[in-house]
């Protein structure tokens, strides 16, 4: 089988992808190659909605069958690329398939990281990546009275929030002082520590996981390095993606964190394109950076960029990076980018649940996370975008709406 263009990945990068090329006149053939038996479907409700059962699977459907059909996209499903010929123009699935493209856009995201202590491969022991990761742990509830959180990223934090709801008692371990640290300044971290402890979460930072503990081959407790014991029937872990990039970087391609891309989204191999999680890219919000992205938003517009390129139309990679986190009745929304920032302003009062954490370099807006704020979420776009130095003073008074300080 030979395609014009071959996207490996059936996250929301493919489908972006297949989606913009059609939408831009490309006519030749598509093909798109997915690990997961399933169509396109959104993966930020996994560790919210869905594992909290508010969600159907179909609801999470990108598009509907029938819109792949209609377009020519042929999905070639549940086959897992492992090797790339740039020379040839032709990958290699798990199962032995070579299949030829003209172009290929690299799609595949992020592997989580697995813990390397001893007992990591007990059963009970699970990550949040995939519609099958929650399948198991929801199938498993029943049996479960405590579960153990290994990490306080946004991951650990969603599916600590969704389990209390459910009703089980919840231990969040964070090696470090304080949760979201890499992420997020401290004034977040402690927001969420507290709230998350005044709903009976057990959050226990500078905890430092030994290894895990099983009894019959299933997991029973995690042991930490100062010689305790917790108690655990289900452990989920939540350190952290790894770009899926091997098969890539194993064919010569430029890259080590990721794969490294440029402007449009080119790898150093002729007619190969990657996009999402595991595209390492030059980001000006990033002070011109290579970094990697793991939002929806990325792969989102990394996708358009790579499908322009090919369908013939210029158009660089240039899109403010935005997040989003569901946690109880908290709705975070993040714009910009707080690396290397160095002074921060709190605007509106924590205590009230709404307010929001502007990141400041010399003087200079580079981020906001507005917790129930989305007001200064939409306003505040424009101080990043223009590179405003506003008055810290009126920066912090929340009667002031962030749209008189960038018409200022």
């Known amino acids: 089988m030979t395609f014009d263009v071959v996207i490996v990945g059936a996250g929301h990068g493919g489908a972006q992808a297949a989606i913009a090329l059609r939408q831009n006149g490309f006519a030749g053939s598509i093909a798109m190659i997915g690990a997961e ?94 519609r099958a990761d929650v399948d198991r742990i929801v199938g498993a509830l029943d049996r479960v009275a405590q579960v153990v959180v290994i990490g306080g990223g946004y991951i650990g934090l969603e599916a600590a929030a969704v389990l209390t709801k459910l009703g089980k008692r919840v231990v969040l371990l964070e090696a470090l002082g304080r949760v979201l640290s890499r992420v997020a300044g401290e004034p977040l971290s402690r927001f969420y520590e507290a ?87 030059s980001n000006r919000f990033a002070g011109g950076a290579p970094i990697r992205l793991e939002s929806v938003q990325n792969a989102h517009d990394q996708a358009t960029v790579a499908a322009r390129t090919i369908a013939g139309l210029e158009m660089d990679y240039d899109a403010l990076p935005w997040f989003w986190s569901n946690q109880y009745d908290l709705r975070l929304q993040t714009v910009g980018l707080s690396i290397g920032h160095d002074a921060t302003v709190v605007r509106g009062d924590p205590g009230a649940r709404s307010f929001s954490v502007v990141y400041l370099k010399q003087g200079r807006v580079v981020a906001l996370d507005c917790v129930n704020a989305t007001r200064d979420y939409v306003q505040g776009r424009k101080l990043i975008l223009d590179r405003l130095t506003p008055d810290a003073a009126m920066l912090a008074d929340a009667s002031v709406p962030l749209k008189e300080l960038a018409a200022r």
């Open 37 to 130: 038996p399933d169509l396109p479907y959104e993966r930020p409700p996994l560790s919210k909605d869905y594992l909290a059962g508010e969600k159907t699977f179909e609801r999470m459907l990108i598009r509907p069958p029938a819109f792949w059909e209609e377009r020519g996209v042929e999905m070639l499903l549940g086959r897992r690329v492992v090797a790339v010929d740039p020379e040839a123009h032709r990958v290699t699935t798990e199962g032995g398939e070579t299949i030829g493209y003209g172009k290929l856009i690299w799609a595949a995201g992020g592997t989580p990281r697995q813990l390397a202590c001893p007992g990591a491969e007990l059963a009970g022991v699970h990550t949040v990546r995939a």
């Open 195 to 281: 709230e998350h402890r005044a709903h009976g979460v057990d959050v226990r930072l500078g905890a430092e996981v030994e290894s895990l503990v099983g009894d019959r081959g299933r997991v029973s407790g995690v042991r930490l390095a100062d010689g305790s014991l917790v108690d655990a029937q289900l452990v989920i872990v939540g350190i952290g993606i790894d770009g899926a990039a091997c098969p890539l970087l194993e064919a010569g391609a430029r890259g080590g964190n990721g794969v490294a891309v440029d402007g449009r989204c080119r790898t150093s191999l002729p007619d190969i394109f990657a996009v999402g999680d595991c595209a390492l890219h």
